[in-house]
């Protein structure tokens, strides 16, 4: 469909109605859950916001969601009205290119493909959306490990290590190396933005619950509010699938009761 001003305006309605009907959620909700300050980050990567979402930040979520369980219909949906709402198609590759760590390449390679096909499609119809900015150079070998690792503790609020990773040491490895190394140094997107993304695609699929909980908690270190996950999980229930909320809730409160006791 070619690009008027009207057919904007339509297609960022939707998203518009959807982020009130999130924030909506929210009910009487005015308190912020703080975290406590040994787990608080204040390094650069972390915005510290004390506001509701942004509408890019939202629009992370159904994007995330949708590419985690190879909808390509509601992912088409979502990346459309993520572009209209503000996201740049690097910020949009940046998610899906994280995919990869959490569903696997074949997901993560299809979204890319719905990403490229739906840019061109939109090129050809008048949208030039904006490209994003390139990552800084991530470092390389021994220096990536130690990299990894530091990014790691920071979000985990402690060193990482358990029985599990006492059977499997290279497990931990490659989360050091891949995930909080390649990905998480790449500096064209804020770590609150990288968590969001996973929390929504954790949230998606079943039996990770045990990881989804594990993300829950490093979304508040990075200094996201409860306020702020219960409105982006409250889109998430809206506009990608009910049980997916309830998942992300039952871990947000198994988090925030676990710090309770802190």
């Not at 949708?66 to 909808?71: L, M, N, P, V």
């Not at 993560?108 to 949208?127: C, F, H, P, T």
């Not at 390139?134 to 609020?157: C, F, I, R, W, Y």
């Amino acid at each position: 469909m070619r690009n008027t001003p009207i057919a904007n305006r339509a297609a960022r309605g939707v998203l518009i109605v959807a982020i009130a009907m999130a924030t909506a959620a929210l009910g009487a909700e005015s308190g912020q859950a703080g975290t406590p300050a040994d787990q608080t980050l204040s390094e650069k990567p972390f915005m510290n916001m004390q506001q509701a979402l942004s509408a890019k930040q939202l629009a992370i979520g159904p994007i995330a969601a949708f590419a985690a369980t190879g909808d390509m219909a509601g992912l088409k949906t979502a990346l459309s009205q993520g572009l209209d709402a503000g996201l740049t198609v690097g910020d949009a590759k940046e998610v899906l290119v994280q995919l990869y760590a959490y569903a696997g390449f074949p997901r993560s390679l299809n979204a890319l493909g719905e990403l490229m096909k739906l840019v061109q499609d939109r090129k050809a119809g008048g949208i030039d959306d904006a490209p994003g900015v390139a990552p800084s150079p991530v470092p390389k070998g021994d220096e990536l490990m130690k990299v990894g690792t530091a990014n790691q503790t920071k979000l985990a609020g402690a060193p990482v290590q358990g029985p599990l990773f006492d059977f499997a040491p290279v497990a931990n490895d490659f989360l050091r190396a891949h995930l909080f190394g390649d990905i998480f140094a790449r500096d064209n997107l804020d770590w609150q933005s990288r968590e969001l993304a996973t929390v929504a695609m954790l949230a998606a699929m079943q039996g990770v619950e045990s990881q989804l909980d594990s993300h829950i908690g490093i979304s508040l270190n990075t200094g996201l509010t409860e306020a702020q996950l219960r409105q982006f999980i409250a889109l998430l229930g809206e506009r990608v699938d009910t049980e997916a909320g309830q998942r992300a809730n039952a871990a947000l409160n198994k988090q925030l009761a676990a710090r309770a006791k802190h």
